[in-house]
């Protein structure tokens, strides 16, 4: 390759990435409003960048549906894949957010349904507010929930039961979006609502809350409550190393 064709490729490239910038902000924007706060927005926009780079390398930006759905892919890929690496989640965090869903998984057996907040709060010996506030720096396992949007293979062998599977046989099977289903039915009515108009409308954090009438904060609190709750139901799948 000559030097005029390096040069002119650079600068395609570099006129393709401010075009495909603002794709890489709301795509980190999203995933940081849900991450604690020592979690920087830069640092993920710098990380979806190279996920954004390495999808011009593979496919040309053409601005069809399908480059950019398979550009936001990679771009969530890259900012996922280095969160997990940095293990981001403060480990007293991880070991509430533990507590909170063996609480949880105990009360549904013992009550049959859903329990409350109060309920959650007062097995786990906690005040309210502080049960509140464990739930709003936990926040984990949205990240898991934001895999199934993208269909990839490192959500599903996470929660593979035999890590030996064929991973594409489980991405052509329904067993799993089914378990998937049949726990968000469970879930209480409100946070069924936010799910939905955070995953399938794509509001924002600040829309929901306007919907519902309440704090940005407050519904970030209950995605992640109800996340945890289907963390807990789909534990047959899960992992788990905590």
Do not use: H
């Amino acid at each position: 390759m000559s030097a005029g064709i390096a040069m002119d490729r650079i600068a395609e490239l570099s006129a393709q990435v401010a075009r495909y910038t603002p794709l890489v902000q709301r795509i980190a924007q999203r995933i940081c409003a849900r991450l604690p706060a020592n979690i920087e927005l830069a640092d993920l926009l710098q990380t979806g960048l190279l996920g954004l780079m390495d999808a011009l390398e593979s496919q040309s930006g053409d601005d069809s549906e399908a480059f950019i759905a398979y550009a936001s892919t990679r771009i969530r890929g890259s900012i996922l894949d280095e969160l997990r690496a940095q293990d981001w989640l403060p480990r007293r965090a991880r070991a509430k957010e533990q507590s909170i869903r063996k609480a949880m998984s105990r009360l549904e057996q013992r009550l049959g349904r859903a329990p409350e907040e109060e309920e959650i709060a007062e097995e786990l010996g906690w005040t309210l507010g502080a049960y509140q506030t464990a739930v709003r720096e936990s926040g984990g396992q949205m990240l898991y929930l934001e895999d199934l949007a993208t269909d990839n293979e490192a959500f599903v062998g996470r929660y593979l039961r035999d890590a030996s599977a064929d991973i594409q046989s489980v991405l052509a099977s329904t067993e799993f979006a089914r378990d998937l289903q049949s726990g968000i039915s469970t879930l209480p009515e409100r946070e069924q609502l936010v799910l939905a108009l955070y995953y399938q409308d794509e509001l924002t954090l600040k829309e929901i809350g306007s919907v519902l009438e309440v704090s940005e904060s407050r519904v970030s609190q209950i995605m992640r409550q109800a996340v945890l709750r289907l963390r807990s139901s789909l534990g047959d799948w899960c992992d788990d190393d905590d």
